[in-house]
């Protein structure tokens, strides 16, 4: 266990508490015992499933002004407008009423990816590159990148994610990376 100052315990959970879900927990270096709330608890053992960073890039998106795109076809400089809706309109650079809707799109399904798992083991040799996306901000400065990735060696096709958020493959879900890979034949 890591305490908030660096400090790291090894604890011993031990049996439930009389008439209660709480249990009683021992620091093993010092022979302690304390009592832990069994909810508090159930969310430590399951923290592998409950707390996991499900998105890709955090605020990245809402400080970009542009990005490019490099697939193994081509590659594309998109400038950030906002638009009159919700959605951004995406545009070549310095040309501000030629509006792309395509490419649009596939920028809000970008978004939309949510990581299932990390897989840090994964075979990186066994990963095609579909995409590289470099993001940018109002300076023109890099403030994030990710990768698109993908593995037909499970029979089907299985999709990944590489970012300045994960650091390592984190596997995305299927129905949401499958698109972008479609929108990335059109594109390019």
Not at 37 to 47: E, I, Q
Not at 67 to 91: D, I, L, N, S, Y
Not at 120 to 138: F, H
Request: no cysteine; proline share 6%.
């Amino acid at each position: 266990m890591e305490i908030a100052r660096g400090e790291t315990r090894m604890l011993r959970v031990g049996a439930s508490v009389f008439a209660s879900g709480d249990r009683y927990l021992q620091d093993v270096e010092s022979g302690r015992a304390y009592v832990f709330s069994g909810s508090a608890l159930n969310s430590l053992a399951n923290a592998a499933s409950i707390l996991v960073e499900r998105r890709v890039l955090r605020d990245v998106v809402d400080r970009t002004a542009s990005v490019t795109v490099r697939t193994p076809r081509g590659e594309r400089t998109m400038e950030k407008v906002e638009g009159t809706g919700a959605a951004p309109v995406w545009t070549p650079p310095g040309q501000p009423g030629r509006a792309d809707a395509g490419f649009g799109t596939f920028m809000e399904r970008l978004q939309q990816l949510a990581i299932m798992r990390y897989e840090p083991g994964a075979d990186r040799s066994s990963l095609r590159s579909l995409a590289t996306v470099e993001y940018r901000n109002a300076r023109d400065n890099p403030i994030g990148q990710l990768e698109l990735l993908r593995s037909d060696a499970e029979g089907g096709p299985a999709y990944f994610v590489l970012s300045t958020q994960t650091h390592v493959p984190a596997r995305v879900y299927p129905g949401s990376a499958e698109p972008l890979d479609q929108d990335l034949a059109q594109l390019f």
